[in-house]
């Protein structure tokens, strides 16, 4: 079996279970609740099928909207991400991504974070967006986009930092 596989599948239940079990459960100040699953989506591979990673996008997101009762929210913005990651790789590291020789050990962390941040930052306003549905809350969806964006990015940051096999 492709190595590749096995971390991505391992990846995807360990995410699904801290996402469902830990993260959802928590509540800071009463409305900020870490989306980490979403470093899922800047840890697939760069060169991997594209219809089989939105695929793979859209089902990590039913999986966590099955256990969070969230009506398809988490899916619809995972499913946005994957859509759009190819034009915010492009934005972050230009041309470069689009050679076979591309790697993330090849860029700054600087342009990791950006990428992770822009990732975050879609996912955020996809999700709470819908979640609200109305714009006449637009000041709560900022608040709520600024305040878990904060969060998710810190921790998916930490996460990255800690489970990547990057040498720096």
């Known amino acids: 079996m492709n190595n590749s596989l096995i971390i991505n599948g391992f990846r995807f239940?360990?995410?699904v279970l801290t996402q469902v079990l830990i993260f959802n459960t928590l509540n800071f100040l009463g409305f900020i609740n870490p989306l980490v699953y979403v470093i899922f989506l800047?840890?697939?591979?760069i060169k991997g099928?594209?219809?089989?990673?939105?695929l793979t996008?859209?089902?990590?997101?039913?999986v966590?909207?099955?256990f969070s009762d969230s009506m398809a929210l988490h899916a619809i913005a995972s499913l946005t991400v994957a859509?759009?990651?190819?034009v915010i790789m492009r934005f972050c590291f230009g041309v470069n991504y689009e050679f076979q020789n591309f790697s993330f050990k090849n860029t700054t962390k600087v342009q990791r974070i950006t990428f992770l941040g822009l990732l975050v930052l879609i996912h955020q306003v996809v999700f709470f967006s819908l979640e609200i549905l109305s714009i006449s809350h637009f000041l709560l969806i900022?608040?709520?986009v600024?305040?878990?964006?904060?969060v998710t990015l810190i921790l998916c940051t930490l996460f990255s930092s800690l489970f990547s096999p990057q040498s720096e």
Do not use: E, Q
């Open 83 to 86: 859509y759009i990651r190819p």
């Open 57 to 62: 996008a859209f089902f990590l997101g039913f």
């Open 142 to 144: 900022l608040k709520k």
């Open 49 to 54: 099928n594209r219809a089989v990673f939105m």
């Open 42 to 45: 800047y840890w697939y591979p």
């Open 146 to 150: 600024f305040a878990t964006g904060v």
């Open 64 to 66: 966590i909207d099955i």
């Open 13 to 15: 239940i360990l995410l």
